[in-house]
């Protein structure tokens, strides 16, 4: 068995830590602007201070308070949409893997059409449309969740369907809810917490993106996205603005699909390495 990824669990709890902890780990407030501070570098490089560990951007906010409040923006974002996009890819799946027919056709090629759409250009739309927010994000990216779970949980109740137990309770003369409810839907929940934990990643790129085009929440609330966006015209001479929340999601996203990996390797046991 493969031992726990222990680096990728420490980084993973202190974004989590940040997160829920913004207001008593952030030095300063993420928007409140101090103009003679501005483009300040960390304080390692020449000028820096340990006022500001990560320097400051443009407006003299400091990066790390931002980086802060941003991983909680990236929480609640993650959290809001797996939750909307991976419950109704979960409800779907199984509707369309134990019914079967024409129920199952009609759902899958819904599946299809959703994979074809770009997701980004929709959430652009919504943000025309419904203006910029948090609620205008969490439905973009929930769209661009919910076919994927539906598809792969689809995949295994067509093969728990055939099994015996299923085979006695459809005997016994339960219904296709309540099969559906107390025998199927437990033998995909380690599956679908699979995939919350590999998608964590996607949702985390598609809210930086989303803020990085204008979709995602509007300023000042800091996003990684947002920061990255902001700092991109001065990479050369203020690299930290946009590079270290940069960095920031990289380590994020890298942690969540290695340890999503070890959580497939240690639920399913035909992929256990002994």
Not at 85 to 112: C, E, K, P, Q, S
Request: proline fraction near 6%.
């Amino acid at each position: 068995m493969r031992r726990a990824p222990w680096i990728p669990i420490c980084i993973i709890s202190t974004m989590i830590v940040m997160a829920v902890f913004a207001p008593l780990l952030a030095p300063w407030s993420p928007i409140d602007q101090t103009l003679p501070d501005k483009l300040l570098p960390p304080f390692w490089l020449d000028g820096g201070s340990t006022k500001y560990l990560l320097g400051t951007d443009a407006f003299g906010r400091d990066i790390l308070s931002r980086l802060i409040y941003g991983a909680r923006v990236s929480l609640i974002v993650a959290v809001l949409a797996l939750t909307a996009g991976g419950g109704a890819g979960l409800v779907i799946g199984i509707v369309a893997g134990y019914l079967g027919g024409a129920v199952d056709n009609l759902l899958m090629r819904l599946v299809d059409a959703a994979f074809t759409f770009p997701a980004i250009l929709f959430a652009l739309l919504l943000a025309v449309t419904m203006g910029q927010g948090l609620s205008t994000l969490i439905i973009a990216i929930s769209l661009l969740l919910w076919a994927s779970f539906a598809r792969v949980i689809r995949g295994e109740v067509l093969a728990l369907k055939q099994r015996d137990f299923v085979a006695l309770a459809q005997v016994r003369g339960c219904s296709s809810p309540r099969i559906m409810l107390t025998h199927i839907l437990p033998n995909v929940l380690n599956t679908f917490m699979v995939l919350v934990t590999l998608n964590i990643g996607v949702v985390v790129i598609a809210e930086a993106s989303l803020s990085f085009l204008g979709a995602g929440i509007p300023p000042p609330t800091p996003t990684w996205g947002l920061m990255i966006s902001e700092g991109r015209g001065r990479i050369a001479d203020a690299w930290w603005v946009s590079i270290i929340p940069g960095i920031a999601i990289t380590l994020l996203v890298l942690s969540v699909n290695l340890f999503g990996d070890w959580l497939r390797d240690r639920m399913d046991p035909r992929l256990r390495q002994l």
